[in-house]
């Protein structure tokens, strides 16, 4: 059993225990509050386990959120594993339109340009779809 399914299946068996989220907005604070663990940990240069730890809190509450929601976790991982493979291959195709190999040496701001031209194009795509 790979550590998310574990993970997943102690989830589940806490929720079948009694211990779960009582609604949406409990799940959005424990979030909000692990993110500002982690932001803290960074900007005290906190040990990396320490920082690893934080990180797996978010994971956790994230995975609490599709649970609680009544979604598969690894379909909703293979779900956004799909979406942001297209959407990196089409950042790649628009950087190679600009003439550009790479996005290395690049501002952030760019490539966030680069990102939402992107989402815009599979949106494009998804409203001529329907």
């Given at each position: 059993m790979t550590p998310l399914q574990k993970l997943i299946t102690e989830?589940?068996?806490?929720?079948?225990l009694g211990?779960?989220?009582?609604?949406?907005?409990?799940?959005?604070?424990q979030m909000i509050d692990e993110i500002r663990e982690v932001r803290e940990d960074i900007d005290n240069n906190a040990p990396p386990h320490k920082l690893q730890?934080?990180?797996g809190d978010v994971?956790?509450?994230a995975i609490s959120l599709c649970v609680y929601a009544g979604f598969d976790v690894e379909e909703t991982f293979g779900l956004v594993n799909n979406k942001f493979s297209k959407r990196m291959s089409r950042v790649e195709e628009l950087t190679k339109q600009r003439g550009l190999p790479n996005l290395?040496?690049?501002?952030?701001?760019?490539?966030?340009?680069?990102?939402?031209?992107a989402k815009k194009m599979e949106n494009k795509n998804e409203n001529n779809n329907i």
């Open positions: 989830e589940r068996k806490a929720r079948i211990f779960d989220w009582p609604n949406y907005e409990m799940i959005f604070e730890e934080e990180i994971l956790h509450v290395k040496g690049q501002s952030m701001e760019f490539m966030l340009e680069l990102w939402r031209e």
